[in-house]
C-alpha cells in the first residue's frame, strides 16, 4: 500500500503530502504548510523533515533524539556497562532513560536507574522516577533514597528553557552544569563517571578545573547526531576521586586517584 510519504520514482524523498520540495539551501524537502509560521518555526521544521536522526528515533520507538546522542558517546567512550546505578538528571521524556534501561541491564534486577525531571515521565519499566527540580534540596534526599547508596553514574541532559538570548542561554545551562556536578559530588562512588550536556563558550575554562580536580580524565564529545551549528557539546569526567577538601583546594593538591571503570 503507497504510503504518504517515502521515496519518489527518482529516488527522492517525498513529504507527507506526497509532494517532494527542493529548497535553495539544498534541503530536500519542505513542510507543506508554512504560511503563517515564523521564520524561526519554518526554519525548525524543515530541519526536523530533513534530519536522518528524527527520522531513526522514530522508527526505532525511541522517546528524543537525544537517545541517539547518548548512544553514539557511549559505543566511542563505553562508559555504560551492565548493573551499574545510574542518576539521569533532565530525563524527560526519557530517550536516555531507555538507552541506559538496555545497555545496563536495569531489568536483570541488578542496576538501578533513578530519573529526574521538573516534568512528569511516562513509565519506564524498572526505573525510579523523580518529579522535582535538582537545584531544590529534597531532591538530592530522594535520589539517594532511590539510588540505594552511592551512583556509579550522575548523567545530565538539562538544558534550561530557551530565552532566545544566546549568552542568557548560554549562562543559565552553564549553571545547572555546575548544579549537576554539586550533585555529582553528593552522590557518585569513587571511580564514578559523570557526564553533562555543556555549551562550548564562556566560562568553561573554570568550570575545566573543578572537572580536573574530581575525575582522573575529563573529555569533552559532541557526537554526531549533535548539530554542528549547536554549541552544545558534552563534557564527560571519568574516575571520580571526590570534591576537594578546603584544605586541598587551598593548597591546590586533588584527592586521592579512585579506581577508573573504563
Ligand atoms: C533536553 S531535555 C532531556 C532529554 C532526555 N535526555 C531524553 O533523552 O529524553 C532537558 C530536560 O531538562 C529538564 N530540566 C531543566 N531544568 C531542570 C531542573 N532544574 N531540574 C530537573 N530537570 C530539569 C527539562 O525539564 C527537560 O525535560
Known amino acids: 500500500m503507497p504510503g504518504r510519504s517515502g521515496n519518489d520514482a527518482s529516488g527522492r524523498r517525498k513529504g507527507p503530502s506526497g509532494r517532494s520540495y527542493r529548497s535553495k539551501a539544498g534541503l530536500t524537502l519542505q513542510p507543506k504548510k508554512m504560511r503563517g509560521r515564523k521564520p524561526s518555526s519554518q526554519r525548525w521544521l524543515t530541519r526536523q523533515l530533513n534530519d536522518p536522526f528524527v527520522a531513526e528515533t522514530q522508527a526505532r520507538g525511541l522517546r528524543s533524539r537525544a537517545a541517539i546522542k547518548l548512544e553514539q558517546m557511549d ?3 563505553h562508559f555504560l556497562t551492565p548493573h551499574m546505578r545510574v542518576v539521569d538528571l533532565g530525563c524527560a521524556p526519557g530517550g536516555w532513560l531507555q538507552v541506559v534501561m538496555k545497555r545496563c541491564r536495569i531489568e536483570s534486577g541488578k542496576g538501578v536507574l533513578v530519573g529526574v525531571d ?48 544566546r549568552q542568557t542561554d548560554h549562562l543559565r545551562t552553564m549553571g545547572l552544569l555546575e548544579i549537576a556536578l554539586d550533585f555529582a559530588d553528593q552522590v557518585l562512588a569513587p571511580g564514578g563517571i ?26 569533552y564529545i559532541k ?8 554549541v552544545e557539546t558534552y563534557v564527560l569526567g571519568t574516575g571520580f576521586r571526590g570534591a576537594p577538601t578546603d584544605k586541598q583546594r587551598d593548597a591546590g593538591t ?3 586517584t579512585g579506581y577508573s571503570p573504563i
Open 223 to 230: 557526537p554526531p547526531a549533535s548539530r554542528s551549528e549547536s
Open 254 to 256: 586533588k584527592p586521592q
Open 194 to 219: 559523570f557526564l553533562a550536556k555543556a555549551f562550548r563558550g564562556g566560562g568553561d575554562r573554570q568550570f575545566q578545573e573543578l572537572l580536573n580536580q574530581r575525575f582522573d580524565k575529563v573529555r
Open 75 to 77: 559505543d566511542k567512550h
Open 118 to 165: 521538573l516534568l512528569v515521565v511516562d513509565p519506564v519499566p524498572g526505573a525510579k522516577l523523580l518529579v522535582g527540580d535538582i537545584t531544590e534540596t529534597g531532591i538530592l534526599q530522594q535520589v539517594h533514597t532511590a539510588i540505594e547508596g552511592k551512583a556509579d553514574a550522575v548523567l545530565s541532559d538539562m538544558a534550561a528553557a530557551t530565552t532566545g538570548h
